[in-house]
């Protein structure tokens, strides 16, 4: 692995991934893949319909486990069985297609597996549903948006709002790495900047950012590096400054760069 | 933070629409009480309105616990037959020397070995629910009839009959049991963890399970919890009439589903009311209590009761706007109409 000998220059490694695999009956979704993420690190996972982004980042998550290889958090093996395994060992998610439970209204959504509780009578556990009412209210107008209606359904929310919710669920965890799988993909604009702003500021911080999107044009105003996916394979692994977004357009077509990879 | 305020937000937090249906339920049973005294005031009689409640305190129980699980997007066909397996055996053993403490809790834990074995059965072998429901159905009937066919059991202690016939200041202990366990059903529902993955479970199974919801231990403990209902019910259905048989409660699951569903709980699952399922056995009690005091024949009662179920599903469809057709005419007045004057004022 090249990377190796630079390992003493860069920040430490929070994850690392060998050899992972995935199948779905004959279908290699995910092809012995290796990567590795650095500590406050922003990477871009890149790849067509179906390269096999989400399965690799689902496994890393917890959500879906692989059928070979190890996942290392912090230069320990780790066995992510379920998402609650990825979730204490410091890994935030969000999901394509968000994961939001419809029937359930926003704070419901956003505390949902990280309830706060009190004690009713002093011994009895239950929710404590206002403080996760003020919680999210604070949450939200982070990102400078008040909804009118926390106690209503999700459902009735757009797009956009949706997403918000969903990110927001990111913010309560103490977090080593977090994944955001096609995070702007409903958002206007204005929210969209708000998402990058985030993710840089979570960088900042020195927490690690594993965003998937196919919009390059994100790719490349956020991203430290850049992976590429094909048919369930890695294909390249570019320094977002040391490449070209004909360069990447390649990968990601053809499965090569002009360089030849 | 100043109380007021505290309160507000408690309040605000309950989900407001399905207060509505709650209120508008409650309002349906007023006004058809109010019509049905009219027609009848022997209907209005204490003694007679204590008697819808005590027909319906079962029923309340029961459905309380089905409540958890249609909203889990469950469903449990097996109910009559488990008050039929527990009480048959429980009534045996009791007659047979058995402590009457002990055969109660004998009957809960009876109740919970049932649901978790369906909640097993569901969860883990990923039968569906209303597959497995309608095996233990059969099975557990079965296993009455195996027991005690064309026996009637009766005669229990007076310590227990006095679960199903006593009276504290005039009311009947089943009346307060099952308001309680309503009480209960309700603080759990809304107030507590466990009843918040219940629906997010029926809400979105997949999102509850990378939220990390251990959606299979809920999906059993649901079906624990609707046992240990069951066994209630039945505790109060066979001390009540001082004894059991083998077809007791049969046909009761219609009654018990048909309570969940007319107080609103969404068989999509999801979304459900406590409150909802009280008002809907309540109404369901006072309409067969009517048609008795009318002379209407049982059969006829299953009829009613049946479009009643139908009746409320349509209204809450509609109120959903499951059906766009009809709820375009429902709708709120559109304010198209006077948002567009001031636009066309400058054309004048
Ligand atoms: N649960 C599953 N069962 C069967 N096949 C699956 C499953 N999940 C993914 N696949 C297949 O694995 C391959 C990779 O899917 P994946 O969702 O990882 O792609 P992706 O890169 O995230 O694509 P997209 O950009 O469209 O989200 C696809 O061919 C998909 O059909
Ligand atoms: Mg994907």
Redesign the pocket.
Known sequence: MKSDTRTDARPARVLVVERLSKS??G?K??DDVSLEVFEGEILALV??????????V?AIAGA?PPDSGQILIDGVARQLNTPRDASVAGIGCLH?GLGLVDTLNVPENVFLGRELTTKLMNCIPQLDQTKMRERTIELLSGFGISLPRLNDPVVGLSGGQRQTVAISRLLLQDVRLIIM??PMAALGVEEGRRVLDLVRTMSQRGISVIV?T?NLEHVFQLADRIAV?KN?RLVGLVNAQATTRYDVVRLITLGKSDQGN | MNATVESERTIGHADRRWLFQGIGLTAVIIVLAILFIAINPRFGTLANLINILTQASFIIVIAVGMTFVITSAGIDLSVGSAVAFITVVAFGLIKGGLNPFLGVVFMFALGAFIGCLIGGFVAYVKIPPFIATLGFMAGLRGLALVHSAGEMHFGLPVSLTYIGQGDIAGIPVPVIISFAAAAFGAWLFNRTRFGLYVKAIGGNREAARLAGVPVNRIEVMVYVLMGMFTALGGLIMMTRIDSTQATIGTAMEIHVISAVIIGGTSLFGGRGTIYGTVMGALLLSMMNNALIIAGVDFFWQLVVMGCIVLIAVAISNLREQRIPLLAHFLRRAPKGAAANNPADGPSH
Do not use: P, W, Y
């Not at chain 1, 790849?47 to 690799?56: F, H, R, V």
């Open positions: 779905f009956g279908l979704a995910v790849g067509d319909n179906g390269a096999g982004k989400s399965t690799l689902k879906q394509q799988d096609e998937i196919h996916m369930g």
